[in-house]
């Protein structure tokens, strides 16, 4: 499934189209909505009522996405959003980059990361970063889930085209 067309791209000497796809509703059906789970805030919910956040990208040549092997996955080249030079899928962007795996946070809402450089490129580190000053919880012993504001999820319902529900 190619997504919600934005348009195509003159980059790398090609014609290259662009799709996003944001997983139907806000639901994670792979998951127990029954599972209580712990917001980046430390309150208590239930897995299934926490709006879930999956954008993904697919871009390519028209012939590449024929053969199914265009480009794509949780993120996108910058040169082709550039090119793109749409407001609606930088607008994208900027919402994935901030909310995309909004169910798998590693750090709460209290913790300032701290990087260090690793054999596979800078990380947060397990060790370095502080526990939160709140309950003491050590970052990356969990996934924190957090919630997307209630403006947030129809701005992202409008640029993928729903209907407001
Ligand atoms: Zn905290």
């Known amino acids: 499934m190619r997504g919600t067309y934005l348009g195509t791209a003159d980059v790398w000497g090609e014609r290259v189209k662009v799709y996003a796809t944001m997983r139907g509703d806000f639901r994670d059906t792979l998951n127990d909505p029954e599972r209580i789970v712990e917001t980046v805030e430390h309150e208590h919910v239930r897995y299934g009522d926490v709006p879930h956040v999956s954008i993904t990208w697919t871009y390519g040549t028209e012939r590449e996405l024929k ?20 407001d609606r899928a930088r607008r994208i962007v900027e919402l994935a980059d901030r909310w995309h795996l909004n169910t798998m946070r590693a750090g709460c809402a209290h913790q300032a990361v701290v990087w260090e450089d690793s054999p ?27 919630i997307p504001p209630t403006d947030v999820r129809a701005e992202l319902r409008s640029l993928f085209g729903w209907t407001a529900a």
């Open 67 to 86: 053969r199914g092997d265009g480009a794509g996955g949780a993120g996108i080249a910058p040169e082709v959003i550039d090119a793109l030079g749409s």
């Open 120 to 146: 596979y490129g800078r990380r947060p580190s397990l060790e370095l970063t502080e526990p939160c000053p709140v309950t003491g919880y050590r970052y990356g012993h969990a996934w924190l889930v957090e």
